[in-house]
């Protein structure tokens, strides 16, 4: 058990960054995360295996199993709510643009948004992303591609120029 | 087949084969509506990246750090406090192991539990009165007592664990508040070693298990701070 705590105090700021990057809201990300860290602690990790792909496929099912839970409170999100402040500040105040991308991932698809986050911030391959979420190679690359055509074309370039 | 921002999206990621991605390089070379594109896409990515990372400039929140510590649970918590403050030397040679093991366990006495508040003379209820949750001390007389836990037992009365010294006698014991009277609950007696072994009691000797039993058994929740503990004083105050 030991070890296992160790994996995860290591592995934890990715975790909560992964979290975040599905749920856009700092409080959801963080119970995601404990959610995770829950089960983890529950059921332990695979022996002899990479343990960042493990985690990040059980954070990925949960948020799944939590989204279906909340398909109703999904439905009612529009784009006048997120486009407003930020609901997590950023303590800096730095890089708000930033925090704004991330709140209007929540537009996206869950499977736009799993593929984007694990490929684009978490760097993964497409196969690694195609094997944790259970699609093929093929659908990744075009799901991420989407996602980002979709983040472009209607909430500007990023800097607050409209498209 | 793919289009061209699909190109130019796995591009970024490194997903492009060789023979691809040196007809796209080609193409960036020439064909300026591409390498937008590709700019847009990158700038996208970093601020995707600053900003799914600024949730890690907020602290780990206590859920989790707790998760992440051996001990979790209340009761864990406060065993693991009570091995703290009870395991006061950590024993080195095992011949004083052996020995002062030995000494301990002819002069250990059994727990006793004492008839109510008679035994408490006034100047220790008048310590116990006051707040202070841990390591508070006072003398009485020559007889040094040291306050080391406050916690609400599961009656819901405020109880203290404290310990009393007297020469080469100690005792160990948990008085509980009931209304406003000190009552011991539990007290466990027993002889130091002497001053030249520079020891105490080991922490895995029948006092600290029968202390931890006990505890156990009586705690509810985790054990109280000075603030907590100061507002179950004032509740039991007479109005």
């Known amino acids: 058990m030991k070890a296992v705590r160790e994996v995860l105090t290591r592995e934890l700021p990715r975790l909560r960054r992964f979290a975040y990057s599905l749920t856009a809201d700092g409080n959801d990300a963080d119970d995601l995360a404990h959610s995770v860290i829950v089960k983890v602690l529950e059921k332990g990790l695979p022996d002899n295996e990479d343990p960042v792909p493990w985690l990040l496929t059980v954070c990925k099912n949960l948020w799944f199993d939590n989204m279906r839970r909340e398909e109703v409170k999904q439905r009612h999100l529009s784009e006048m709510a997120i486009t407003e402040e930020p609901q997590y500040k950023d303590p800096s105040g730095a890089n708000i643009d930033a925090v704004k991308l991330i709140e209007k991932m929540q537009l996206l698809s869950e499977g736009q ?10 760097g993964l391959g497409y196969a690694e992303a195609a094997q ?3 699609v ?3 659908t990744i690359m075009s799901r991420v591609c989407r996602a980002r055509i979709f983040l472009k074309e209607h909430y500007g370039d990023q800097q607050g120029n409209p498209q | 087949m793919k289009n061209d921002k699909e190109y130019v999206s796995a591009y970024l990621d490194g997903e492009l084969d060789k023979q691809e991605q040196q007809e796209l390089e080609s193409r960036l070379e020439k064909e300026a509506g591409l390498r937008k594109i590709l700019s847009e896409f990158t700038l996208q990515q970093n601020l995707l990246k600053i900003g799914a990372d600024i949730i890690n400039s907020s602290p780990v929140p206590d859920n989790i750090a707790a998760l992440l510590q051996e001990s979790t649970s209340p009761k864990q918590k406060a065993l693991t406090l009570l091995k703290r403050i009870l395991n006061i030397i950590d024993l080195k040679s095992p011949v004083v192991l052996t020995s002062v093991s030995a000494m301990l366990l002819g002069f250990l006495l059994l727990p006793q539990l004492l008839p109510q508040s ?3 003379a006034p100047e220790l209820h008048a310590f116990l009165d006051q707040p202070g949750a841990i ?3 006072t003398t009485i007389e020559g007889v040094y007592i040291e306050q080391r836990l406050a916690y609400r037992s599961q009656t819901g009365s405020l109880c203290k664990l404290y310990e009393v010294q007297d020469g080469e006698n100690q005792s160990t014991n ?3 508040l009931h209304e406003t009277q000190w009552k011991i609950a539990f007290q466990y007696e027993s002889l130091l070693p002497p001053q030249d072994q520079e020891l105490y009691a080991p922490a895995n000797s029948s006092l600290v298990r029968e202390v931890e039993e006990f505890i156990q058994a009586d705690i509810d929740g985790s054990p109280l701070s000075t603030k907590q503990e100061q507002q179950l004083l004032h509740a039991s105050q007479p109005k």
């Open chain 1, 132 to 134: 944790i979420l259970g």
């Open chain 1, 136 to 138: 093929p190679t093929g």
């Open chain 1, 113 to 122: 948004r799993a593929a984007l986050s694990l490929t684009a911030i978490e």
């Open chain 2, 118 to 120: 008679s035994s408490l």
């Open chain 2, 174 to 176: 948990v008085a509980c």
């Open chain 2, 135 to 137: 390591t508070r001390t």
